[in-house]
Each structure stands twice: as structure tokens, then as C-alpha cells.
């Protein structure tokens, strides 16, 4: 199984050899956002979705998912920087003149490819033969006057095409760059997880150790390792559960039920958490908006640390695990630090 590093060096090998066999803007910038989301860099993945998926009805949910990833990681103000950088550069290379009027095209890539090539077929479309001169004449005017109508707009499809292009070949090179220095994962990932890592050495040391001795063990290819390392995931999650909010007396929530919040059911414990931080941290809105996605968090990762202890696990499973108690922690601990934060 290769490593995650092995893995982002073979997508950006991948996504260099598209480029050099000069692939369509569509095949490259969907190679770049492999290496975006193999790299776990929210603020590429949020750009290049743009650019692979287009805008559309399904957009607003799904960067509102990123940016909450991204918020996590490196803080609100930092994180809403990157993303009006990333939003406004994505803006400027979907921008083309009609007419001498601005406007801008948002479909995906490979919409844009295929109106293209609807264009220039349409524009290079020659007229038949077996015309009589007079309507051959007539076909020829109709024929230059149309396509002097379509020149521009090819025009700017290909070069908007060609921007397109050209910012995911540069992030491709950029990440390989950041790899070649030693630097696997992106600024904002690094960040990240310093500020986890601070932040759980202060709120719950017990879990920063099982977080760094699941990291450990996971890149050991022995089956007992990798069942260690889920096991050292769950308490991780445990020993912060434990530290934010102590098992204690069942309690009701606002919608009549009443949950355990004994020692077990720590998963309970933290969505509660969560949903009494409401208006005391805007993080904590954001989660306690969709305590359904949490809760599913929480239990997929319970599930896949009790796979480690009952049947074999995958490499690759085991970072996951490893990677999702990190993105877990960083939401947790953006929470924590705002609501416990003195008002000014």
C-alpha cells in the first residue's frame, strides 16, 4: 500500500503528464484536483471543483462543507481571506468580452470544451456544393457575416480555456515543489495541525498522545499496528470528549429526547457540547446547523476503530482514521477557543 505521500507524488506525476501531452483543460484540471483533495488543501479543492463541476444549485453546500474545513484549520479570518482570494481568481479567469460587455461564464470545464467545439464546427462549416451561383453568393455573405459573429466569442472561449489550463498547471507544479522541499501537505494543513496539536496539549493532553501514537502506528504495515492505531484513534476522541464535556446525568435536548451522557456514550456527549455552544461561537453554529453530519462523523469513525479491533484493516483505512480525528479535533477546538474567548 503506498504511502499518502506516494500517492499525491503519483497524482502530480499524473496531472504533469496530462499537461505534456497538452490534455484538455477538463482532463488537467480534474488531475489537479486529485492532488487537491489527496493533499487535503480546501482552498484548491474549492476552486478546482469550480472549474471541474462548475456553479451550480449544488455549489453553495458544497463550499460551505470546505470552508468549514478550511475554518478549522487556519481560523475564520485567515481562512475567509484565502477563500475571497481563491473566489476572486476564479472570477477573473471566467471573464470574457461579447459585444464590448463583460460578463462571465460559469459551466464546467467540459461545457466549455464542448460550446467551443459547437462553435468552431458551426463557424468552419463550408457551404455545399451544386449551389446556383446566385445562392452561393447569397450562402457566402450570410457565411462571412456569420462568422465575423463568431470569431470573438471562439476567441474568448479558448483563451478562457487556456487560463483555465494554466492556474491548474501551476498549482500542479506548486505542490510538487512544496513535495521536493519536503513539504507534503499545503500551508493550511500544516497550520491546521499545529494549531490541533496546541490546542489539544492545553484542553486534553491524554489525547494529543493516542492522536500521535495512532499517527505512529499507522504507517506500519504489520495488521496489529494498524488495529492499534484505530484503537489509539477512538481514545483520542474519548480522552477530548472527556475534557469538554464529562460523562455526567442523562439530559434532554430540544427536541424531548433524553440521551446518556454516561462514560460510553461520549459521541452524545460531544454533539450536546456542541449544541450548548450555540450563539457563543460562530463555529459552533456552523456545526450545530447540521448536527446529523457530526453525529455521522463521530459514529463513522467509531465503526472504523471498532473494524481494527474485530477484522483487518487497510493501510489506507487507518490513515483516513487518522486524518479524520485530526479534521474532528481542529472543528472541536475551533469551538472551544471562541466560546471560552473573553467578550470585548
Known sequence: MDSPSERVGR??????????ANAPASVITRAALRVAMLRQDAVAEFWLRMEVQGVDDST???????????????????????????????????????????????????????????LVTIHDDEIPEGMTPLDTGLA???????????????????????????????????????????????????????????ELARVAPSALEALRAAETRSVDDEQEAASQAATSCRRA?????????????????????????DDDHYRNRLT?????????STHADLLASNLVTLGTRLKSLDDLASKGVHADLSRAEVESCVSWVYMLAADLLRVEVQSTAPVE
Open 11 to 20: 497524482a502530480i506525476d499524473d496531472a504533469l503528464t496530462a499537461t505534456a
Open 60 to 118: 453553495q453546500d458544497r463550499n460551505r462543507a470546505l470552508l468549514a474545513r478550511l475554518t478549522a484549520q487556519i481560523g475564520a479570518e485567515d481562512a475567509q481571506k484565502e477563500w475571497a482570494i481563491a473566489a476572486k481568481s476564479f472570477e477573473v479567469r471566467r471573464r470574457m468580452k461579447l459585444d464590448d460587455k463583460e460578463t462571465f461564464l460559469f459551466p464546467s470545464v467540459a461545457s466549455l470544451e464542448s460550446s467551443l467545439a459547437s
Open 140 to 198: 457566402f455573405l450570410d457565411r462571412r457575416k456569420l462568422r465575423a459573429s463568431l470569431t470573438m466569442p471562439v476567441s474568448e472561449r479558448r483563451s478562457m480555456l487556456e487560463r483555465i489550463k494554466d492556474a491548474a498547471y501551476t498549482y500542479v507544479l506548486d505542490a510538487e515543489a512544496q513535495i521536493l522541499v519536503g513539504e507534503a501537505v499545503p500551508d493550511s494543513v500544516a497550520r491546521g495541525r499545529a494549531f490541533v496539536e496546541t
Open 237 to 261: 476522541i474519548k480522552a477530548l470528549a472527556d475534557a469538554l464535556y464529562p460523562p455526567g446525568p442523562p439530559v434532554a435536548g430540544e427536541d424531548g429526547v433524553t440521551r446518556s451522557m
Open 272 to 280: 450536546t457540547w456542541v449544541h450548548e455552544r450555540k450563539g457563543r
